[in-house]
């Protein structure tokens, strides 16, 4: 297998093409030694449905703030670490994991955004996400990411922009800002905290032409009344993500909001809860399985 390395002195994204079959231990860093789930986890999680919540949006883009709304899909499902995809049967290799679709869909001017993160967690609390993709599309094109935890975490990236287009890039292994929302509906109490290096969401840095890497970090968490409070401020980007969820099992996002500070300007970006279903939504394909959008607010 040839490898090739590119090197590039001025960068948005950087990426190099790097081939390593090898298997490395899946650990996550910087959290407790823990391994025992809630006692309600399997009653809730295995249940045969998907937990939907839907959140009104208002997103920063290009300077201004814009009405939408956010969809996250929280289900369980049995996943092939090597191929690092759902499975499709019952095979003594399949990992346990809680997999989130994050969906956001806002308008700015004339065209619209259409957004969705994918992470995909192992039930153990000690492992880092097997997989994260992203994908965003509006009206001048595609963009797509996609992470593959192995040896190193080795990420591809697409995108219509000619100097972002179709690149490879092989990074050290960090926490990732995408596989936390997983961790804190899994066990909140695990969550890394402190000073650490975290990989920003694939959002974030596909849509403010970062260069994909770890930045220093400060985490905290912290409880108010019934809720939890987890914060990341990254002072180099200044950018700030603070998640609020429910303090008790099943530990409901209840919103979030993104401060980014920009040529002197800052902007905010929220989600607020809107209502949650469980709902086996892969069998209601039919044009008469709208209900429960509209239960949704959808």
Known sequence: MKIHTIIFTSLLFVFCTVKTPKKAPLILKNIKNTSTKHPEFNSYWYGGKAEITSYK????????????????????????????????????????????????????GIYPYSIMTSSFSPISKKKQALKISFSAQEWCGNTFIQLNNRTNFEIDFHSYFESDADRKHSLKKKVLEDELWNQLRISPENIPTG?????????????????????????????????????????????????????????????????????????????????TILSAYWTKSGVGDTTERKALGL
């Open 57 to 108: 949006l208002t997103q920063a883009r290009y300077g201004e703030v814009h009405e939408g709304t956010a969809v996250h899909i929280f289900v369980t499902e049995d996943f092939l670490p090597e191929k690092q995809v759902k499975a499709d049967g019952k095979n003594p290799q399949n990992i346990p994991i809680l997999k989130l679709n994050s969906t956001k869909k806002f308008v700015t």
């Open 195 to 275: 000073n650490i290096e975290v990989i920003p969401s694939f959002e974030f840095l596909a849509l403010h032409h970062k260069e994909i890497k770890s930045y220093a970090a400060v985490a905290t968490l912290k409880t108010v009344g019934n809720l939890h409070f987890y914060k990341l401020n990254y002072p180099k980007l200044k950018r700030t993500l603070t998640i609020k969820i429910s303090k008790e099992f099943p530990y409901y996002i209840q919103s979030w909001e993104e401060t980014i500070t920009k040529r002197g300007k800052t902007l905010i970006s929220k989600a607020e809860k809107i209502s």
